[in-house]
């Protein structure tokens, strides 16, 4: 994977794959949720679990976690893909997105479209027929942003905590 640069109003940006040292700043993405915040932790003392998960994220070849840097270098969006091979709809692989976060501060300036822009053009390079992704039920913004990209909301999610 290559990086890219996202020319957007801030940038440019620098679309890359995440490294170790990246991981606390996702979890900071992570954690800057109303929805989410209660179950991530920033403190550095509490990384373990997140650095294990990246070393199993980093080093599977149908995972890919992103994240983009402002010309500062500080990372300010992330994103997972996940390639998912199947046997319905013909055997088709399908692309899933999970954990889209864009920076406060720079939510409108085009940041989320280009990163899902780039994120559905890497799944037709991967031979993907089919892009999904999950959002909480109650991120209307986020379902109408999805909407505006061509996603459609087809389907009801179901998820069981364990």
């Known amino acids: ?7 957007l109003p801030g940038g440019p940006f620098t679309l890359r794959r995440a490294l170790a040292e990246d991981v606390a700043a996702i979890v900071g993405l992570l954690a800057d949720d109303q929805l989410r915040s209660s179950e ?3 403190a550095v003392e509490d990384l373990a679990p997140y650095l294990a998960a990246f070393e199993a994220i980093d080093e599977a070849t149908d995972q890919l976690l992103i994240v983009v840097d402002d010309p500062a ?3 300010v969006a992330t994103q997972q893909l996940t390639v998912l ?5 013909s055997g088709a692989t399908r692309l899933q997105i ?16 280009e990163m899902l822009t780039w994120a559905v053009e890497y799944g037709r390079g991967r031979g993907c027929r089919l892009v999904q ?6 991120r209307l913004d986020a379902h109408r942003f999805y909407e505006r990209l061509g996603f459609s909301s087809s389907h009801v999610g179901f998820k069981l905590l364990l």
């Open 1 to 7: 994977m290559t990086e890219a640069v996202l020319d």
């Open 40 to 42: 991530e932790s920033t």
């Open 73 to 75: 270098g500080q990372v």
């Open 85 to 89: 091979p199947g046997l319905a709809r």
């Open 98 to 113: 999970e954990a889209v976060r864009v920076s406060a501060a720079l939510r409108g300036n085009g940041l989320g479209s």
């Open 133 to 138: 992704l999950t959002s909480d039920a109650s």
